[in-house]
């Protein structure tokens, strides 16, 4: 008997191609940014990318619930008895996207009893696409090509550490991570990409010291703990669950791909 969701990768794939073209009709134009109620930038794109994904998730899983940072406002009163739900972010990345960098990303998961269980992650630009089911594997596929299997990596004895850290977002917890850390290199992305960089092997470790939302990580999550790595609470190293309580932010996180190494002692403690 296999996982229900094996058979909805490739509509969920389908979806995200449908609303990468739904952002990039707008990303092509002059749009306009208006501020959210936490200041964050929305864009024209976010909506239209979430109306696609919503509409689409509701035809395939009539029965499943559907979480999008655009519907966030669902009290906990009424989601705290999903035992599944999609959680999607339809334009994650707004700033890069406000910028032009390209660095933006559709991210859509399933959660499964407060689990990721299956993960995707497109970039509009590049039409680059990240998937992972529990039970499948965790791929990467390039336009044109056929996806291929994706697994973390080991350190190399010798080598510096390759990190990746937040763009927009920095600030002075990596800057202490990394200090701790000893030789390293720091490359700087948008987005969920970051964890698929460690997912895929082309980075070791990405400590987020900084608030993030739980559709900013499910996705990106399925893709690193299918593909053998892990996401883990900076404070406990628990990995992170979903949907646990009222507040949908994320506790500061560590995402490493090889676990012989106890990443949680270069975590910066408040004096």
């Not at 389908?14 to 952002?23: D, F, G, K």
């Not at 936490?38 to 994904?53: E, F, R, V």
């Not at 859509?108 to 993960?119: F, K, N, S, T």
């Not at 039970?135 to 990467?140: I, K, L, S």
Request: proline share 8%.
């Amino acid at each position: 008997m296999h996982d229900p969701w094996i058979h909805w990768i490739n509509p969920v794939r389908a979806l995200a191609v449908e609303a990468s073209e739904r952002i990039l009709a707008i990303y092509a134009t002059a749009f306009d940014v208006i501020a959210k109620e936490d200041n964050s930038p929305l864009t024209a794109a976010d909506l239209a990318s979430h109306q696609t994904i919503v509409a689409g998730l509701r035809e395939l899983t009539p029965d499943i619930p559907v979480l999008s940072e655009e519907s966030a406002a669902l009290p906990f009163a009424e989601r705290q008895f999903w035992r599944r739900y999609w959680l999607v972010d339809p334009l994650d990345g707004t700033k890069e996207f406000v910028k032009r960098t390209g660095e933006f990303t559709v991210n859509i998961a399933l959660i499964d009893d407060h689990q990721p269980v299956l993960g995707l992650v497109r970039v509009p630009v590049t039409g680059l696409c990240y998937f992972a089911a529990l039970g499948h594997g965790a791929f990467r596929e390039d336009p044109g090509q056929p996806p291929q299997p994706i697994a973390v990596k080991p350190l190399q004895p010798g080598q510096p550490v390759r990190v990746v850290g937040s763009k927009s977002h920095g600030g002075p917890g990596l800057q202490k991570f990394v200090a701790a850390l000893g030789p390293h290199q720091l490359v700087t992305i948008g987005s969920s990409l970051k964890l698929c960089q460690v997912a895929e092997g082309a980075a070791d470790v990405y400590p987020r010291m900084g608030l993030t939302s739980e559709w900013d990580t499910a996705a990106a999550q399925a893709v690193v703990e299918v593909a053998g790595g892990q996401v883990v609470s900076a404070a406990t190293g628990q990995p992170l669950r979903y949907n646990t309580r009222d507040s949908l932010l994320n506790p500061y996180f560590i995402v490493y791909g090889d676990a012989s190494r106890d990443w949680l002692c270069y975590v910066p403690h408040e004096d």
